[in-house]
């Protein structure tokens, strides 16, 4: 088979392809068109001969005009490759730019062409997982890629090709299309943090994401800071939460994400500050446009921080271009409006939206947020105001070893000798009425001190009363109402924070607090019920990595 019996010229101009699977370079279909140009008479389905008009110029060997009527189609141009073709005039322009991809690949990768915000040829498309590539020059893909049409560029002739194949890493290179040949380089490699079978991860439905403008507090002394979501691993392993980002984002993906089609979401783009705002409010996840012509673009609204006329927009770029002061913004589904002030600030952002994964930690992408519970030290987010937040070292020290229902368990620090440190803190307000809702000391409390948690109280009478506490504040307790009337506590009595205070729910007990520096702890464990055992008491510690105490079960039958 050749070119000859592949395609057709039909008397109207129409050159349509009609048999076989083989692909030509366009130099190739010029020669082919002149070829038959020069014939005395057309013959079979090639109506072209030296009677019809010069169908091809050829600027160079990559850049090819088609005059005249002569036209391919979009099915034509499947099997064309290695330079541009132009055709048409004025209102009926149209314009096949070629791409070609560089790079390599970990293993059979079909390469998504985002075009316009939409898939170009579908999620099926015709190049497959790699047509016309040449392996000696590190060619992946070379294919022609309609972006022009009616007269009108498409999305100014701009694509994206992305690389979003499950258990590689991912990739994307943007690319502006023009005569001649584009070119876009992608590399991927294994992704060692993305072993699980896809319908493995399928089924991770209880990891969610909170969408939209929101303060987290990550508990590392800065307070509250603004992200555009907040994502929850639920039972799940933080990696494990990257995985199912991956999944929402793959490749072939039914999946959404603040309302746009996962496979084509990227994270924030640009922000930027806003006034005179008017019809609104906008609203989080509306289309937002701009502009016309050469300065028209469209962008999703992630994440606002709406203070009235003013605020901040922080969005994905969809389509067209960036916007720049004093622009204005239109909503799409609010019709609120606005006007840009100041410098559109660009974000960078990685291939894949969370971030990257170390295998146990994540550094997350510009503004994506993590349940404070789920993160540890090494942990790394970058809120909203491009700064970098480091979570605490969260540590959990067990007890193991324990009887449910049977099992009293202290543990709190330890003093010099072999006892709690029941001094730890000292009563700085006496306690002497029924309804007492605060233990305020005299010192400022151990910040390596939960957030909830028990406190055991030095009593006129000598008995430490165990008082359950639901927060702290510098040198004062929160606690839930308490009747010190009967049995006063007149400061300065002595206070102990209990880390674990309680009758044993189950085999081990445990409490997590922020590692400040290593502490010496003494547990005590107790059962005197129907299978008594001896006093079991040890000092231990807690370190950067938590610490753990198992619990001797001497009889004492």
């Given at each position: 088979m050749s070119i000859a019996d592949d395609i057709s010229v039909a008397i109207n101009g129409d050159i349509r392809h009609v048999a076989g699977t083989a692909t030509y370079s366009i130099l190739e279909l010029h020669r082919f068109l002149q070829d038959l140009s020069d014939d005395e008479t057309a013959s079979g389905d090639d109506i072209l001969d030296m009677t019809r008009p010069t169908p091809t110029d050829r600027s160079t060997d990559n850049i090819i005009t088609l005059l005249g009527?002569?036209?391919?189609?979009?099915?034509?141009?499947?099997y064309l490759y290695d330079g541009s073709i132009v055709q048409g005039a004025g209102a009926t322009e149209e314009m096949y730019a070629a791409l070609e991809v560089v790079g390599s690949l970990f293993g059979p990768t079909t390469l998504q062409v985002v075009q316009n915000?939409?898939?170009?040829?579908?999620?099926?498309?015709?190049?497959?997982?790699?047509?016309?590539?040449?392996?000696?020059?590190n060619i992946l893909c070379r294919m022609l890629i309609k972006v022009k049409t009616g007269g009108v560029d498409i999305d100014g002739k701009r694509i994206r090709?992305?690389?979003?194949?499950?258990?590689?890493?991912?990739?994307?290179?943007?690319?502006?299309?023009?005569?001649?040949?584009?070119?876009?380089?992608?590399f991927t490699n294994e992704d060692l943090n993305n072993l699980t079978a896809i319908g493995t991860v399928a089924g991770w439905t209880t990891i969610v994401n909170t969408e939209g403008y929101q303060m987290i507090d990550l508990g590392n002394g800065n307070g509250n800071q603004p992200y555009y979501s907040k994502w929850d691993k639920s039972t799940y392993l933080l990696n494990q939460t990257y995985e199912r980002c991956k999944y929402i984002a793959r490749r072939g993906s039914s999946e959404t994400i603040h309302g746009m089609a996962g496979e084509l979401f990227r994270g924030i783009t640009h922000q930027w500050n806003y006034d005179g705002e008017s019809g609104g409010p906008f609203?989080?996840?509306?289309?937002?446009?701009?502009?016309?012509?050469?300065?028209a673009g469209t962008g999703i609204l992630l994440a606002l921080d709406d203070n009235g006329s003013t605020g901040v927009m922080w969005i994905q770029l969809l389509t067209g271009v960036v916007p720049s002061d004093p622009m204005t913004i239109t909503g799409g589904s609010s019709s609120a409006t606005c006007e840009i002030n100041g410098t559109v600030t660009s974000r960078p952002i990685p291939p894949m939206f969370l971030g990257a994964?170390?295998?146990?930690?994540?550094?997350?992408?510009?503004?994506?947020?993590?349940?404070?519970?789920?993160?540890?030290?090494n942990d790394k987010l970058t809120d909203l105001l491009n700064v970098l937040q480091a979570p605490p070292n969260n540590v959990t020290f067990i007890v193991y070893g324990l009887v449910p229902g049977e099992d009293r368990v202290l543990v709190a620090s330890k003093a010099t000798g072999d006892d709690f440190e029941f001094d730890q803190l000292t009563l700085a307000t006496s306690l002497t009425g029924g309804t007492e809702t605060s233990v305020v000391v005299s010192t400022a409390i151990p910040p390596d001190t939960a957030q909830t948690g028990s406190i055991r109280v030095q009593l006129n009478s000598g008995i430490y009363k165990r008082v359950a506490y639901t927060s702290w504040v510098g040198s004062t307790f929160t606690i839930v109402s308490t009747n010190f009337s009967g049995d006063n506590a007149t400061q300065p009595r002595n206070v102990m924070v209990s880390c674990i205070d309680k009758l044993a729910e189950a085999t081990s007990e445990s409490f997590t607090v922020v590692y400040v520096s290593d502490r010496d702890l003494f547990v005590r464990v107790r059962d005197g019920g129907a299978t008594p055992i001896k006093t079991f008491e040890s000092p231990a510690s807690l370190g950067t990595a938590g610490g753990s105490s198992t619990a001797i079960r001497t009889s004492d039958e």
């Open positions: 009527y002569y036209n391919i189609d979009d099915n034509l141009a499947e915000n939409a898939l170009y040829d579908t999620a099926s498309p015709f190049w497959g997982t790699g047509i016309n590539a040449d392996a000696s020059a090709v992305f690389a979003r194949e499950w258990g590689h890493s991912y990739a994307e290179f943007g690319v502006t299309m023009g005569l001649g040949v584009s070119v876009a380089a992608i609203a989080e996840d509306e289309i937002l446009s701009w502009g016309s012509g050469a300065t994964s170390t295998g146990t930690n994540i550094i997350g992408a510009f503004g994506i947020g993590i349940d404070p519970n789920d993160l540890s030290a």
